[in-house]
């Protein structure tokens, strides 16, 4: 008698799954009766749900704040369930292909700041150790998803931690009692007046998690639903005054309804025209938006500041003119090292004290040109991922570069990157293909 061994294959229409034969007679005694070892189904999926509601909602930053130093105990965690996934997988990773060019970007990333370090005496061992931490958990975080069995339930984590961090931020805008409590745990909370922020320790990592929230959790939902996701997000983006935030929201938005996931035929339009569309519509939202954030500022008149009031009808504020000096000063910085840059962490400790808020300027400042070929390699791996969420990815990572440096430090934006990861193996399962 032969035995039947189904393989776990990327299932294309048309294409059934293979199996392959095993003469009994020919095989070695007790060979075709063994199987193979692997983890049990709830170990990834636990772990990558674990994961979304401890970074997503910000609960995170307050456990720092009870017990520095988790986010290396979260690091190593990940990093060893990635490498048991590894040697001891799950059936269903076999039938995923793992995104070889992105992991590619982050060892490579991990190899240009560790020579950098090496030979650069202003280079910051500090700032090193955060990249690293970045570059380790997005790797593992995605070795991890590969032997996920259940994606939709990492999808509905991310919905349901999108709903607390809204929750969070808008207790934290309307409840002083509240707003006391979270700032006991993030003292620099109080240079933010009338901005929440929730469990995050800054108002824009907010806001800028809740938008990556809002297009990966806009995956697999119905159109009634994600309109209802869409305006819970936007009120908890809102709150926090973040002007990048709202337009990392709207390019969410536009993204996943302008170039969105049909199981069944891909995207319904083509992505150039699904991104133009997408722009007109965006900037037909702020126009709009425009003529009701006065009346919007005087109903909210007593729980924000001038200045936090100001962030949405001018861009001569304080802020935007901090900001617009950092970038020619960094420039500036660039020009003294331009192939080689001034050190990881330069951008951090130079004599201004202040980060420049641009990623591509704090690559030339830190890394120079050798940073910005790699910057570039970066987003052409994301670019890769599965259409049409490696386009989400790679449109969302260039504009939250324009006006935010956390790209590449935080665990928040490593789960980031996992998360979208997450969302282009589940619409690639529900179609049938890989691409």
Known sequence: MAMLWNSYLPRRQGQTSMAIQVDSSTARPGF???????????????????????????????????????????????????????????????????????????????????????????????????????????????????NVRSLGSVLMAVRVAVAIAVLCNLADFAVPAVRSLLTSFHPSKALYLGRAAGLFANPNFSAAAIAAGTAVGAVGLRRPLRLGFYAVSLVGIFVTYSRGGILLWLASVMMAEFIPIDVSKGSRLKPIAGLLLGAACAALFVLVAQQFIPALNESLYSLTTEDTRSRLTTLQDGSARERLYLIQYGLAQFGQSPIWGNGVGYGYTWELRAPVHNVYVLMLVEHGLLGALWLAFFIYATFKLPRPIGIWLAAFLLLKGLFNHNVFNELTDALGIVAFWTAALFASEQSGRMR
């Open 32 to 146: 075709a009766s063994r199987k193979r070892m692997s983890i049990p189904d709830f170990v990834p999926t636990a772990t990558m749900v674990g994961l979304v509601l401890l970074l997503q909602t910000g609960a995170i930053y307050v456990a720092i704040g009870l017990a520095g130093g988790l986010q290396a105990a979260v690091t190593i965690a990940v990093a060893l369930v990635a490498l048991i996934c590894v040697v001891f997988p799950n059936d269903c990773a076999l039938a995923r292909r793992s995104p070889r060019l992105l992991l590619a970007a982050l060892l490579a990333y991990v190899v240009l700041i560790s020579v950098q370090l090496a030979l650069v005496p202003a280079s910051s061992f500090d700032m090193y150790i955060m990249r690293v931490k970045y570059a380790i958990f997005a790797a593992s975080g995605i070795l991890v998803v590969a």
